[in-house]
């Protein structure tokens, strides 16, 4: 009697409670649609150093003979405005390394995909990271257009002395 | 066995008595609504939601379905975390002919549209208090214009817009006399007036200019509408205080079993003002934009508006009485309906545009108010929504033919059905809701799926913090019939309106960084080769450059006490979400945040000589704390020469000026 009692009661509950519950449980896609399309900065995948030419669009940049004298005053301006808070022309290192020498240390694509695909390199290039350990900071992306990349090569091979 | 039997009733009675009160999350909440408003991290939201922040003058901005806060943009009050109304740049923004004003009260929002539908463009928002209307642009989520309000007090019917952006509304809370006047409070019903303000945008930049002022009886404008599709020409506003009461009006405004909606019709009002039928009124008016290239604010002093009285311009206003002060005036996607909500009442009046239309034609009036014909209101009434609740303050649609409204006095949200206006659905809110929003959802083009409800109540839902606490806004499923409580998020400031509009309308054309080569400030340093300091009298013009991780100059001497120093700081920074920040210690004014390829300015004005260290706020690289500077401040009448620079010592570019 008392058991019999007993699930009556247990069952007047549970139907109380069912009935007016939620008794919908549809499950429903992830709200959620869209993801972030920035890549993580922190996962990075060195590309063995001897790559000379880094990880970007520039695989083979012409250069010409003798210097462009448009783009190299081209390249001062965006040098002017963008890249001489950190590095200077002579081989000093301020905040970045100084630039005396580097189209001999680098080659043409290697500054232009440096320059132009600044995170990339920095989070795939083993050598790019290996400037990052000695400069310790990131170098800014200066959203430079190809254009402005290739003419900063100009005033780099005019500082090296290059014709 | 008696005592069992009791027991199993008891135990019955407080099963049943729990499953269906649903006071409490636990209960309200079905099984799947942690999914429905889950966002992965990384992942983005679905909706952004702009909401009023009410008392603190700004408009926030969420994710829906998450609820997550994503950023706090800054209109009508200054602003510590970007030093907006504190810049040189930005001060005059909150300049109004009664001087600088530092705080206002923000009540709705209203995205931008064109045929009906969010274009993506801008968000208008109005301020109560000193009344005003900006432009919020969506590509910068930044204020670019404010406009003040002539003629008003209490800018509460506004910013909603006709459905192709082509005006903005203001309307008046507070009956005042025109121009300014002295006249003795009791003095109301002769001379105190209401303005309704129609502000044309310009289709391509934006700019608001005020258009025409229609001259409306005193009475209080609570909330407006425009009309839809076949209504497209009127504009709707709710009123209260149609007694014309100027002291208790708790009590002497609720007099009335009626008050009105004024219908007007804006094409007409149009019309008249280009007919000349209107009269230029001296009135000053402060005009403050925003220049995305100089990056300064440009404040002009307008000096007389165009008023339209009604006596002058037949068949541009009638009047439709509506049940106890009407408060939301919402009109159903399809332009038809108009759906009134007397505060104060237990029912919604639902009228019909084309009814109203037929009984104008047949001049089916009661009488007329102030010369305003008011339509009988059986001849304009489609039907009211019986016993909906209690206190129904507003409404919004969905794509379906369903309306929401929101009750205050009862808490709750309701579900109904436009044709045959019956009560489709309830949901309990926590509590006391005042808006509420459904995405697109005063639109021709609702997009449904969610509604959110906006509380003045919070108490008990969050963890407390104290006799102040943040507001309560909650997220409902409107997904097939039933409402689904998914969500309690907390919002800041007191939201009243709200909008939301998809993502993917404006998250791509999001800006990420101001392009340095097309910055055009004055006080640019482009490049830290143009970093120097300038004097003239006692005006010092620091241009200030800012890269990580140093400032230049960074070392500066040859200031004195008294001196009004400017720091121009230039973030040389050409990439996303790279800010600097800028301080110097005991500046009585303010901080900079100088977003990348951003001039901002911050005056200095030292009263004590010493040291003053200066450094960058926003953690921005590993040598953050390293980016740091000193200003050297002499006393008045000493002879240190000026004299600046970076690393200046040993590098051969040693700055010194010329005296």
Redesign the interface.
């Given at each position: 009697?008392?058991l019999k009692?007993f699930c009556?009661?247990f069952c007047?509950?549970?139907v109380?409670?069912?009935?007016?519950?939620?008794s919908?449980?549809?499950?429903?896609p992830?709200?959620?649609?869209?993801?972030?399309s920035t890549e993580?900065a922190a996962t990075p995948t060195p590309v063995p150093s001897g790559d000379a030419k880094g990880v970007g669009k520039f695989t083979n940049v012409q250069l010409t003979h003798p210097l462009d004298e448009k783009m190299i005053v081209a390249g001062q301006q965006t040098y002017?405005?963008?890249c001489?808070?950190?590095h200077?022309m002579t081989d000093e290192k301020?905040?970045g390394p100084g630039w005396k020498g580097v189209t001999d240390r680098r080659t043409p694509e290697w500054i232009m995909n440096f320059i132009t695909n600044t995170d990339e390199m920095l989070n795939k290039d083993a050598e790019a990271q290996a400037m990052l350990e000695i400069c310790?900071?990131?170098m800014?992306?200066?959203?430079?257009k190809d254009e402005d990349a290739r003419a900063i090569l100009e005033f780099m091979r005019k500082n090296d002395g290059k014709n | 066995m008696k005592r069992l039997s009791f027991l199993l009733i008891s135990c019955a009675v407080l099963g049943s008595m729990q499953s269906c009160k649903m006071k409490n999350t636990e209960s309200a909440v079905s099984g799947d609504a942690a999914s429905k408003v889950y966002v992965a991290p990384g992942k983005y939201d679905e909706f952004y939601n702009f909401v009023s922040g009410g008392f603190n003058g700004q408009v926030t901005v969420y994710g829906l379905p998450s609820g997550r806060l994503l950023k706090m943009i800054p209109v009508f009050s200054l602003n510590p975390e970007n030093g907006y109304g504190y810049s040189e740049e930005t001060k005059d923004m909150l300049k109004t002919t009664a001087g600088y004003v530092p705080w206002d009260d923000q009540h709705h929002l209203e995205l931008s549209q064109t045929n009906g539908e969010h274009d993506g463009r801008w968000l208008f928002a109005n301020a109560n208090n000193t009344p005003r209307i900006a432009r919020i642009d969506l590509s910068t989520f930044k204020t670019m214009e404010i406009l003040e309000i002539p003629n008003s007090a209490g800018n509460h019917s506004s910013p909603f817009i006709t459905e192709n952006t082509e005006y903005v509304i203001a309307g008046t809370r507070f009956a005042v006399p025109m121009g300014n006047e002295d006249v003795p409070i009791n003095s109301f019903k002769q001379n105190f007036k209401s303005t309704a303000t129609f502000v044309s945008v310009d289709k391509n930049t934006g700019n608001m200019d005020i258009a025409f002022q229609i001259m409306l009886p005193g009475m209080n404008l609570d909330l407006s509408h425009a009309g839809k599709g076949p209504s497209h020409d009127w504009f709707f506003f709710s009123t209260y205080n149609t007694e014309q009461a100027n002291t208790l009006l708790e009590v002497n405004a609720s007099q009335k079993d009626k008050d009105f909606i004024v219908a007007v019709n804006w094409k007409k009002a149009e019309e008249y003002a280009h007919a000349g039928k209107g009269k230029r009124l001296p009135a000053g008016y402060i005009h403050n934009t925003f220049d995305e290239h100089t990056q300064n604010t440009t404040s002009t002093l307008q000096k007389e508006v165009l008023v339209l009285d009604p006596k002058d311009c037949p068949d541009m206003l009638y009047m439709i009485p509506c049940p106890k002060s009407p408060h939301g005036c919402d009109i159903d996607p399809t332009g038809e309906y108009i759906v009134g909500s007397g505060k104060l009442a237990a029912l919604i009046p639902v009228f019909s545009f084309s009814k109203l239309q037929t009984a104008i034609q047949n001049k089916k009036f009661e009488g007329v108010y102030y010369g305003i014909p008011v339509v009988k209101y059986e001849e304009a009434l489609y039907g009211e929504v019986k016993k909906p609740g209690l206190g129904p303050l507003h409404t919004e649609f969905d794509a379906e033919g369903n309306a929401y409204t929101s009750f205050f006095i009862s808490s709750e949200v309701v579900k109904w059905n436009i044709k045959d206006l019956k009560v489709i659905d309830r949901s309990p809110t926590f509590y006391s809701v005042g808006h509420l929003m459904v995405p697109g959802g005063d639109t021709r083009k609702p997009y449904g799926k969610y509604l959110v409800a906006y509380n003045k109540i919070t108490k008990d839902r969050f963890l407390p913090t104290g006799p102040e606490l943040a507001q309560s806004a909650q997220l409902y499923s409107i997904e097939g019939d039933k409402l689904k409580l998914l969500l309690d998020f907390p919002t800041f400031g007191e939201p009243h309106y709200a909008q939301a509009l998809p993502a993917q309308k404006i998250k791509d054309k999001s800006t990420k960084f101001y392009d340095i080569m097309q910055n055009k400030h004055p006080f640019i340093s482009l490049g830290e080769k143009n970093a120097k300091v300038v004097r003239q009298g006692n005006r010092v013009d620091i241009y200030m450059t800012a890269i990580r991780s140093h400032l230049t100059p960074d070392n500066i001497e040859g200031v004195f006490v008294g001196d009004e120093i400017y720091f121009h700081v230039t973030n040389l920074e050409q990439d996303w979400d790279v800010p600097h920040g800028f301080a110097i210690k005991n500046n009585p004014n303010a901080e900079l945040l100088i977003m990348p390829g951003e001039t901002s300015t911050l005056k200095f004005v030292p009263d004590k000589q010493g040291i003053y260290p200066f450094y960058c706020t926003d953690f921005c690289s590993a040598l953050h704390q390293e980016m740091q500077g000193y200003l050297r401040v002499s006393a008045e009448g000493s002879n240190v020469p000026l004299k600046y620079g970076t690393n200046a010592t040993d590098t051969a570019s040693v700055l010194t000026a010329q005296k």
């Amino acid at each position: 009697m008392k058991l019999k009692l007993f699930c009556i009661a247990f069952c007047a509950i549970a139907v109380a409670l069912y009935s007016c519950g939620n008794s919908e449980r549809k499950s429903s896609p992830n709200a959620a649609s869209e993801t972030a399309s920035t890549e993580p900065a922190a996962t990075p995948t060195p590309v063995p150093s001897g790559d000379a030419k880094g990880v970007g669009k520039f695989t083979n940049v012409q250069l010409t003979h003798p210097l462009d004298e448009k783009m190299i005053v081209a390249g001062q301006q965006t040098y002017d405005v963008k890249c001489a808070s950190c590095h200077k022309m002579t081989d000093e290192k301020l905040v970045g390394p100084g630039w005396k020498g580097v189209t001999d240390r680098r080659t043409p694509e290697w500054i232009m995909n440096f320059i132009t695909n600044t995170d990339e390199m920095l989070n795939k290039d083993a050598e790019a990271q290996a400037m990052l350990e000695i400069c310790m900071v990131r170098m800014p992306n200066q959203n430079l257009k190809d254009e402005d990349a290739r003419a900063i090569l100009e005033f780099m091979r005019k500082n090296d002395g290059k014709n | 066995m008696k005592r069992l039997s009791f027991l199993l009733i008891s135990c019955a009675v407080l099963g049943s008595m729990q499953s269906c009160k649903m006071k409490n999350t636990e209960s309200a909440v079905s099984g799947d609504a942690a999914s429905k408003v889950y966002v992965a991290p990384g992942k983005y939201d679905e909706f952004y939601n702009f909401v009023s922040g009410g008392f603190n003058g700004q408009v926030t901005v969420y994710g829906l379905p998450s609820g997550r806060l994503l950023k706090m943009i800054p209109v009508f009050s200054l602003n510590p975390e970007n030093g907006y109304g504190y810049s040189e740049e930005t001060k005059d923004m909150l300049k109004t002919t009664a001087g600088y004003v530092p705080w206002d009260d923000q009540h709705h929002l209203e995205l931008s549209q064109t045929n009906g539908e969010h274009d993506g463009r801008w968000l208008f928002a109005n301020a109560n208090n000193t009344p005003r209307i900006a432009r919020i642009d969506l590509s910068t989520f930044k204020t670019m214009e404010i406009l003040e309000i002539p003629n008003s007090a209490g800018n509460h019917s506004s910013p909603f817009i006709t459905e192709n952006t082509e005006y903005v509304i203001a309307g008046t809370r507070f009956a005042v006399p025109m121009g300014n006047e002295d006249v003795p409070i009791n003095s109301f019903k002769q001379n105190f007036k209401s303005t309704a303000t129609f502000v044309s945008v310009d289709k391509n930049t934006g700019n608001m200019d005020i258009a025409f002022q229609i001259m409306l009886p005193g009475m209080n404008l609570d909330l407006s509408h425009a009309g839809k599709g076949p209504s497209h020409d009127w504009f709707f506003f709710s009123t209260y205080n149609t007694e014309q009461a100027n002291t208790l009006l708790e009590v002497n405004a609720s007099q009335k079993d009626k008050d009105f909606i004024v219908a007007v019709n804006w094409k007409k009002a149009e019309e008249y003002a280009h007919a000349g039928k209107g009269k230029r009124l001296p009135a000053g008016y402060i005009h403050n934009t925003f220049d995305e290239h100089t990056q300064n604010t440009t404040s002009t002093l307008q000096k007389e508006v165009l008023v339209l009285d009604p006596k002058d311009c037949p068949d541009m206003l009638y009047m439709i009485p509506c049940p106890k002060s009407p408060h939301g005036c919402d009109i159903d996607p399809t332009g038809e309906y108009i759906v009134g909500s007397g505060k104060l009442a237990a029912l919604i009046p639902v009228f019909s545009f084309s009814k109203l239309q037929t009984a104008i034609q047949n001049k089916k009036f009661e009488g007329v108010y102030y010369g305003i014909p008011v339509v009988k209101y059986e001849e304009a009434l489609y039907g009211e929504v019986k016993k909906p609740g209690l206190g129904p303050l507003h409404t919004e649609f969905d794509a379906e033919g369903n309306a929401y409204t929101s009750f205050f006095i009862s808490s709750e949200v309701v579900k109904w059905n436009i044709k045959d206006l019956k009560v489709i659905d309830r949901s309990p809110t926590f509590y006391s809701v005042g808006h509420l929003m459904v995405p697109g959802g005063d639109t021709r083009k609702p997009y449904g799926k969610y509604l959110v409800a906006y509380n003045k109540i919070t108490k008990d839902r969050f963890l407390p913090t104290g006799p102040e606490l943040a507001q309560s806004a909650q997220l409902y499923s409107i997904e097939g019939d039933k409402l689904k409580l998914l969500l309690d998020f907390p919002t800041f400031g007191e939201p009243h309106y709200a909008q939301a509009l998809p993502a993917q309308k404006i998250k791509d054309k999001s800006t990420k960084f101001y392009d340095i080569m097309q910055n055009k400030h004055p006080f640019i340093s482009l490049g830290e080769k143009n970093a120097k300091v300038v004097r003239q009298g006692n005006r010092v013009d620091i241009y200030m450059t800012a890269i990580r991780s140093h400032l230049t100059p960074d070392n500066i001497e040859g200031v004195f006490v008294g001196d009004e120093i400017y720091f121009h700081v230039t973030n040389l920074e050409q990439d996303w979400d790279v800010p600097h920040g800028f301080a110097i210690k005991n500046n009585p004014n303010a901080e900079l945040l100088i977003m990348p390829g951003e001039t901002s300015t911050l005056k200095f004005v030292p009263d004590k000589q010493g040291i003053y260290p200066f450094y960058c706020t926003d953690f921005c690289s590993a040598l953050h704390q390293e980016m740091q500077g000193y200003l050297r401040v002499s006393a008045e009448g000493s002879n240190v020469p000026l004299k600046y620079g970076t690393n200046a010592t040993d590098t051969a570019s040693v700055l010194t000026a010329q005296k």
